[in-house]
């Protein structure tokens, strides 16, 4: 049977996060980077209902978001380590995975794509080539002002829709800093799970931790540049940071 293929955007916040629980539960995967575009002929060809990454293809079946691929990599794994959705807790840890996913995973991106995609789109281009085959890497410097069109008008993207986001980032953070300030380890339990792995990868733009498979090289527009200077030291990002070094 073959390797179950990831497909997978390398800048993707959401790919990693799937990316970060297939390796967590030692599941052996071949991964395939996509230029923004051709991912949509993978995802129409797959079956898949809208075209958003990653997808996972394994032995037959199509998994489709990095939530479901938690799911299907924690009943998958052949290893003994303990669940990402522990039974105990399932229902906290899987709410908490969901806030992360679409509040702080939403605004962090347009927050970040508002200044990078819009203002600096040369700097995002590398991240967005990274891995890729030569042919599509070749389509992505021919349609990159096309590509940058379509991301900034299907992100809803612009200097102050970036402020609004950047407003709800720094609530969402708050947030994380209060249930980390009673000393926890991990965010549900007593035990590394999806909410974790929901929030280390989410948040990893803002920590660039050095094992990090793409954001240690990420080059960081001004504004954002001086926000990750500032919010550096909180405590939810330095948790980050501590998630990156010790389960990645």
């Not at 996060?17 to 967590?24: C, G, N, S, T, V």
């Not at 199509?62 to 399932?90: C, F, M, Q, R, Y």
């Not at 509040?103 to 600096?120: D, K, M, N, Q, T």
Request: with cysteine; glycine share 6%; hydrophobic share 40%.
């Amino acid at each position: 049977m073959p390797k179950p293929a990831l497909y997978v955007f390398a800048i993707s916040h959401y790919c990693e996060k799937a990316r970060w629980a297939l390796d967590y539960m030692d599941i052996d995967y071949q991964i395939n980077y996509l230029a923004p575009g051709h991912h949509r002929k993978i995802a129409r060809k797959l079956g898949v209902k809208g075209s958003s990454l990653p997808i996972l293809v394994a032995g037959g079946q199509v998994v489709h978001g990095s939530a479901e691929i938690i799911s299907w990599a924690d009943t998958a794994a052949a290893n003994e380590k303990a669940h990402l959705i522990p039974e105990s807790s399932a229902e906290k840890c899987l709410a908490l995975e969901k806030r992360i996913d679409d509040i702080l995973g939403v605004h962090i991106r347009r927050y970040y794509y508002s200044e990078a995609l819009v203002e600096h789109p040369k700097s995002v281009r590398p991240i967005f080539t990274k891995d890729l085959p030569f042919l599509q890497k070749l389509s992505v410097g021919l349609a990159w002002r096309v590509i940058c069109e379509a991301m900034i008008k299907g992100m809803d993207l612009g200097y102050e829709q970036g402020q609004e986001s950047r407003r709800i980032v720094e609530e969402e953070l708050d947030w994380l800093d209060g249930l980390l300030s009673d000393g926890r380890k991990f965010l549900c339990g007593n035990q590394f799970s999806c909410a974790d792995i929901a929030a280390a990868s989410l948040l990893a733009a803002l920590a660039t931790p050095e094992n990090h498979p793409t954001y240690a090289n990420l080059q960081l527009p001004p504004r954002v540049a001086e926000d990750m200077v500032n919010w550096g030291n909180r405590r939810s990002v330095n948790w980050v940071r501590e998630c990156y070094s010790q389960y990645r």
